[in-house]
């Protein structure tokens, strides 16, 4: 496997841990702290996404090419979210209350820990 050059990886030093390595497979797959990737991107450790106007993590559907799904928090509440038309699907708050299908779990001015629209 080869390496990232010199110049690149002294770019990128700033945005990774000083023992994190980047690898390019001979079938061109990325990893980072991984020296023997078995995916496009495949990553050991975590991974971090703030600020900017979406902080979150988005991917497309493997068999439904149009659906993208989106894992987010935004005003202490984690979601999921999908472009079908139903906007976020789960909804957890900073205080545990789970709410599905509901953008919030308060209906009719009562939060609920638990609120299910279906």
Known sequence: MRKFNFVIA???????????????????????GNANPQYPLDVIGEINSSGGTFAGYSFWDRTITSLNWS????????????????????????????GIGYTNNTIN?????LAVNG
């Not at 990774?16 to 001979?26: C, D, E, N, V, Y």
């Not at 001015?109 to 820990?113: A, C, K, R, S």
Request: overall charge neutral; cysteine-free.
């Open 109 to 113: 001015g009562i939060t609920y820990q």
């Open 10 to 32: 002294l770019f990128l030093f700033p945005f990774l841990s000083s023992h994190a390595q980047i690898t390019i497979s001979p079938t061109n797959l990325v990893g980072i």
């Open 71 to 98: 894992i987010y928090s935004t005003g202490g509440t984690a979601s999921i979210w999908n472009n079908s038309g139903i906007g976020n699907i789960l909804n957890i708050s900073q205080t545990g209350n789970v």
